[in-house]
Protein backbone atom coordinates (compact mmCIF):
# COMPACT_ATOMS: atom_id res chain seq x y z
CA UNK A 1 0.00 0.00 0.00
CA UNK A 2 1.12 3.34 -1.04
CA UNK A 3 0.56 6.45 1.82
CA UNK A 4 0.01 9.67 0.13
CA UNK A 5 -0.65 13.04 1.87
CA UNK A 6 -0.93 16.92 0.81
CA UNK A 7 2.37 19.11 2.36
CA UNK A 8 -0.11 20.41 5.47
CA UNK A 9 0.03 17.54 7.82
CA UNK A 10 3.47 18.82 9.09
CA UNK A 11 5.17 15.67 9.19
CA UNK A 12 8.78 15.70 9.79
CA UNK A 13 11.06 15.47 6.85
CA UNK A 14 12.49 12.52 7.91
CA UNK A 15 9.83 10.77 8.94
CA UNK A 16 8.42 11.27 5.47
CA UNK A 17 11.58 9.85 3.84
CA UNK A 18 11.80 7.02 5.86
CA UNK A 19 8.94 5.67 5.19
CA UNK A 20 8.24 6.66 1.43
CA UNK A 21 5.21 8.69 2.24
CA UNK A 22 4.46 10.76 -1.02
CA UNK A 23 3.73 14.69 -0.66
CA UNK A 24 1.43 16.83 -2.93
CA UNK A 25 2.12 20.13 -1.93
CA UNK A 26 -0.18 22.98 -1.06
CA UNK A 27 0.65 26.57 -2.74
CA UNK A 28 1.25 29.76 -0.60
CA UNK A 29 1.02 33.79 -1.82
CA UNK A 30 2.67 36.15 0.49
CA UNK A 31 4.02 39.86 -0.04
CA UNK A 32 2.97 39.36 -4.03
CA UNK A 33 5.11 36.45 -4.80
CA UNK A 34 4.08 32.36 -4.71
CA UNK A 35 5.35 29.36 -3.48
CA UNK A 36 5.05 25.58 -3.25
CA UNK A 37 5.15 24.75 0.58
CA UNK A 38 7.83 22.19 1.08
CA UNK A 39 9.53 22.83 -2.12
CA UNK A 40 11.03 26.86 -2.60
CA UNK A 41 10.20 27.49 0.80
CA UNK A 42 11.28 27.13 4.18
CA UNK A 43 9.16 27.62 7.79
CA UNK A 44 11.83 30.07 8.83
CA UNK A 45 11.81 32.20 5.83
CA UNK A 46 7.91 32.21 5.19
CA UNK A 47 7.13 33.56 8.77
CA UNK A 48 9.60 36.42 8.28
CA UNK A 49 7.61 37.39 5.12
CA UNK A 50 4.39 36.57 6.69
CA UNK A 51 5.27 39.05 10.02
CA UNK A 52 6.14 41.66 7.01
CA UNK A 53 3.01 41.39 5.46
CA UNK A 54 0.17 43.79 5.84
CA UNK A 55 -2.45 41.49 4.72
CA UNK A 56 -2.74 38.00 5.53
CA UNK A 57 -0.79 35.46 3.10
CA UNK A 58 -3.39 33.25 0.66
CA UNK A 59 -3.05 29.67 0.84
CA UNK A 60 -4.23 27.18 -2.24
CA UNK A 61 -5.11 23.53 -2.27
CA UNK A 62 -3.03 21.39 -4.37
CA UNK A 63 -4.25 21.67 -8.39
CA UNK A 64 -6.58 18.23 -9.39
CA UNK A 65 -3.32 17.85 -11.98
CA UNK A 66 -0.80 17.49 -9.31
CA UNK A 67 -2.32 14.94 -7.22
CA UNK A 68 -3.56 13.04 -10.53
CA UNK A 69 0.43 12.90 -11.47
CA UNK A 70 1.25 11.27 -8.47
CA UNK A 71 -1.78 8.70 -8.59
CA UNK A 72 -0.81 7.76 -11.85
CA UNK A 73 2.85 7.24 -10.96
CA UNK A 74 1.46 4.38 -8.35
CA UNK A 75 -0.97 3.13 -10.81
CA UNK A 76 -0.61 -1.17 -10.93
CA UNK A 77 1.43 -1.11 -8.19
CA UNK A 78 -1.02 -1.80 -5.37
CA UNK A 79 -3.61 0.09 -3.40
CA UNK A 80 -3.27 4.14 -2.63
CA UNK A 81 -4.37 5.93 0.32
CA UNK A 82 -4.28 9.83 0.20
CA UNK A 83 -4.75 11.45 3.80
CA UNK A 84 -5.98 14.77 3.19
CA UNK A 85 -6.34 18.31 5.88
CA UNK A 86 -9.57 18.45 6.94
CA UNK A 87 -12.40 19.69 3.88
CA UNK A 88 -13.75 22.46 5.98
CA UNK A 89 -10.20 23.67 6.18
CA UNK A 90 -8.56 23.90 2.56
CA UNK A 91 -10.34 22.45 -0.48
CA UNK A 92 -7.50 19.89 -0.55
CA UNK A 93 -9.87 16.93 -0.04
CA UNK A 94 -12.00 17.71 -3.57
CA UNK A 95 -9.06 18.36 -5.24
CA UNK A 96 -7.54 14.92 -4.65
CA UNK A 97 -11.19 13.34 -5.06
CA UNK A 98 -10.73 15.32 -9.01
CA UNK A 99 -7.08 14.12 -9.37
CA UNK A 100 -8.63 10.74 -8.80
CA UNK A 101 -10.76 10.76 -11.37
CA UNK A 102 -8.57 12.00 -13.77
CA UNK A 103 -5.72 9.61 -13.00
CA UNK A 104 -7.75 6.78 -14.07
CA UNK A 105 -6.47 4.69 -11.07
CA UNK A 106 -9.17 2.73 -9.59
CA UNK A 107 -7.03 1.74 -6.54
CA UNK A 108 -7.11 5.21 -5.20
CA UNK A 109 -8.75 6.04 -1.92
CA UNK A 110 -9.30 9.59 -0.19
CA UNK A 111 -9.71 10.08 3.41
CA UNK A 112 -10.49 13.66 4.98
CA UNK A 113 -8.84 13.58 8.39
CA UNK A 114 -10.95 16.05 9.54
CA UNK A 115 -7.76 18.18 11.07
CA UNK A 116 -4.87 20.00 10.21
CA UNK A 117 -0.85 19.48 11.13
CA UNK A 118 -0.08 17.07 13.34
CA UNK A 119 -3.40 16.20 13.58
CA UNK A 120 -3.35 15.01 10.27
CA UNK A 121 -0.28 13.91 10.03
CA UNK A 122 -0.33 11.67 13.05
CA UNK A 123 -3.34 10.07 10.90
CA UNK A 124 -0.79 9.82 8.05
CA UNK A 125 1.77 8.25 10.60
CA UNK A 126 -0.80 5.78 12.19
CA UNK A 127 -1.48 4.54 8.38
CA UNK A 128 1.83 3.86 7.66
CA UNK A 129 1.99 2.13 10.83
CA UNK A 130 -1.00 -0.21 9.80
CA UNK A 131 0.52 -1.10 6.43
CA UNK A 132 3.39 -1.88 8.05
CA UNK A 133 2.16 -4.35 10.26
CA UNK A 134 0.39 -5.70 7.17
CA UNK A 135 -3.17 -5.29 8.42
CA UNK A 136 -6.17 -5.40 5.37
CA UNK A 137 -6.95 -2.48 3.53
CA UNK A 138 -10.39 -2.51 5.42
CA UNK A 139 -8.66 -2.83 8.72
CA UNK A 140 -6.78 -0.07 7.70
CA UNK A 141 -9.21 2.48 7.02
CA UNK A 142 -12.05 1.56 10.19
CA UNK A 143 -8.69 2.01 11.98
CA UNK A 144 -7.91 5.35 10.60
CA UNK A 145 -11.70 6.13 11.26
CA UNK A 146 -11.72 4.94 14.57
CA UNK A 147 -8.31 7.32 15.23
CA UNK A 148 -10.03 10.46 13.61
CA UNK A 149 -13.03 10.15 15.82
CA UNK A 150 -10.82 10.21 18.87
CA UNK A 151 -8.42 12.69 17.41
CA UNK A 152 -8.46 16.05 19.55
CA UNK A 153 -6.73 18.88 18.67
CA UNK A 154 -5.65 22.37 20.54
CA UNK A 155 -4.51 25.70 19.14
CA UNK A 156 -2.48 28.55 21.19
CA UNK A 157 -2.89 31.71 19.37
CA UNK A 158 -0.18 34.11 20.98
CA UNK A 159 -1.75 37.03 18.93
CA UNK A 160 -5.04 37.86 16.67
CA UNK A 161 -3.15 39.50 13.98
CA UNK A 162 -3.44 36.86 11.63
CA UNK A 163 -7.05 36.88 12.67
CA UNK A 164 -7.29 40.93 12.28
CA UNK A 165 -5.84 40.38 8.95
CA UNK A 166 -8.21 37.66 8.09
CA UNK A 167 -11.08 39.78 8.51
CA UNK A 168 -12.49 37.21 11.61
CA UNK A 169 -11.97 39.74 14.28
CA UNK A 170 -12.06 43.84 13.80
CA UNK A 171 -8.87 46.05 14.63
CA UNK A 172 -10.67 47.45 17.30
CA UNK A 173 -10.98 43.89 18.84
CA UNK A 174 -7.21 43.31 17.53
CA UNK A 175 -6.21 45.97 19.54
CA UNK A 176 -8.13 45.48 22.74
CA UNK A 177 -6.50 41.71 23.15
CA UNK A 178 -3.38 43.05 22.44
CA UNK A 179 -3.33 45.59 25.08
CA UNK A 180 -5.02 42.99 27.77
CA UNK A 181 -2.54 40.12 26.73
CA UNK A 182 -5.38 37.91 25.64
CA UNK A 183 -4.46 34.82 24.24
CA UNK A 184 -6.69 32.30 22.52
CA UNK A 185 -7.27 28.80 22.83
CA UNK A 186 -9.03 26.67 19.46
CA UNK A 187 -10.36 23.59 19.58
CA UNK A 188 -11.67 21.28 17.04
CA UNK A 189 -15.12 20.93 16.30
CA UNK A 190 -16.30 18.22 13.43
CA UNK A 191 -13.29 19.40 11.20
CA UNK A 192 -13.42 22.81 12.17
CA UNK A 193 -11.64 24.93 14.58
CA UNK A 194 -13.61 27.03 16.87
CA UNK A 195 -12.79 29.62 19.74
CA UNK A 196 -12.55 27.86 23.26
CA UNK A 197 -11.19 30.07 25.47
CA UNK A 198 -9.56 33.36 26.11
CA UNK A 199 -6.95 33.85 28.52
CA UNK A 200 -4.77 36.23 29.92
CA UNK A 201 -1.13 36.39 29.89
CA UNK A 202 1.17 33.83 28.38
CA UNK A 203 1.92 32.03 31.33
CA UNK A 204 -1.60 30.93 31.93
CA UNK A 205 -2.54 30.40 28.81
CA UNK A 206 0.26 27.77 28.41
CA UNK A 207 -0.97 26.01 31.48
CA UNK A 208 -4.05 25.96 30.63
CA UNK A 209 -3.33 24.33 27.51
CA UNK A 210 -1.77 21.38 29.41
CA UNK A 211 -4.60 21.25 31.74
CA UNK A 212 -6.58 20.89 28.33
CA UNK A 213 -4.95 17.72 27.06
CA UNK A 214 -5.45 16.09 30.31
CA UNK A 215 -8.93 16.99 30.73
CA UNK A 216 -10.02 16.00 27.31
CA UNK A 217 -7.98 12.27 27.18
CA UNK A 218 -8.01 10.47 30.28
CA UNK A 219 -5.49 8.03 29.52
CA UNK A 220 -2.58 9.27 26.97
CA UNK A 221 0.05 6.45 27.56
CA UNK A 222 -0.86 4.76 24.61
CA UNK A 223 -0.89 7.91 22.55
CA UNK A 224 1.65 9.96 20.48
CA UNK A 225 1.68 13.69 20.55
CA UNK A 226 1.82 15.93 17.77
CA UNK A 227 3.02 19.70 18.75
CA UNK A 228 3.93 22.25 15.57
CA UNK A 229 4.67 25.73 16.57
CA UNK A 230 5.73 28.84 14.59
CA UNK A 231 8.86 29.75 15.36
CA UNK A 232 8.13 28.99 18.79
CA UNK A 233 10.43 25.81 19.80
CA UNK A 234 11.23 27.16 23.53
CA UNK A 235 7.01 26.78 24.28
CA UNK A 236 6.84 23.44 22.20
CA UNK A 237 9.53 22.32 24.70
CA UNK A 238 8.17 23.38 27.64
CA UNK A 239 4.55 22.25 26.78
CA UNK A 240 6.23 19.32 25.43
CA UNK A 241 7.77 18.22 29.10
CA UNK A 242 5.22 18.91 31.13
CA UNK A 243 2.95 16.62 28.95
CA UNK A 244 5.58 13.91 29.52
CA UNK A 245 5.96 14.06 33.08
CA UNK A 246 2.17 14.52 34.13
CA UNK A 247 0.12 12.27 31.34
CA UNK A 248 3.32 9.88 30.61
CA UNK A 249 1.98 9.50 26.29
CA UNK A 250 3.63 7.06 23.98
CA UNK A 251 5.85 9.35 22.68
CA UNK A 252 5.72 13.00 21.43
CA UNK A 253 6.88 14.72 18.24
CA UNK A 254 7.83 18.23 17.64
CA UNK A 255 7.82 19.77 14.57
CA UNK A 256 7.90 23.47 12.56
CA UNK A 257 4.34 24.58 11.22
CA UNK A 258 4.44 24.76 7.72
CA UNK A 259 3.16 28.25 5.57
CA UNK A 260 -0.47 26.61 5.32
CA UNK A 261 -1.50 26.33 8.90
CA UNK A 262 1.24 28.80 9.87
CA UNK A 263 -0.87 31.20 8.20
CA UNK A 264 -3.64 30.92 10.52
CA UNK A 265 -1.68 30.14 13.74
CA UNK A 266 -0.04 33.25 13.39
CA UNK A 267 3.58 34.14 15.28
CA UNK A 268 4.65 31.78 18.13
CA UNK A 269 1.61 29.89 17.50
CA UNK A 270 1.11 26.31 18.85
CA UNK A 271 -1.15 22.92 18.43
CA UNK A 272 -0.92 20.35 20.24
CA UNK A 273 -3.04 17.03 19.06
CA UNK A 274 -3.40 14.11 20.53
Known amino acids: ?????????????DLLEKHCIHVVPLAIRVNGKEYTEGEDITPEYFYQEMYASAELPKTSQ????KFAQVFQELSGKGPVLCLTISSYLSGSFASANLGRELSGN????IFDTLAG????????????????AGLAFDAVLSGLTK??????????????E????????????????KILDIKAILHNVDGRAEMLEKIRGRNKSLSRLI???????SDLTGRI??????????????????????????????????????????????????
Open 106 to 109: AEVT
Open 162 to 177: NIVKGGRLSKFQGSLA
Open 1 to 13: MHIVTDSSADVPK
Open 211 to 217: ELVGERC
Open 62 to 65: PAPA
Open 225 to 274: IGITHVDNLTDAQTIAAELQKRYHPKKIIINQMGATIATYAGKKGIIVAF
Open 147 to 160: MRDEMKFLILLDTV
Open 117 to 132: SLGHGLQVLKAVEFCE
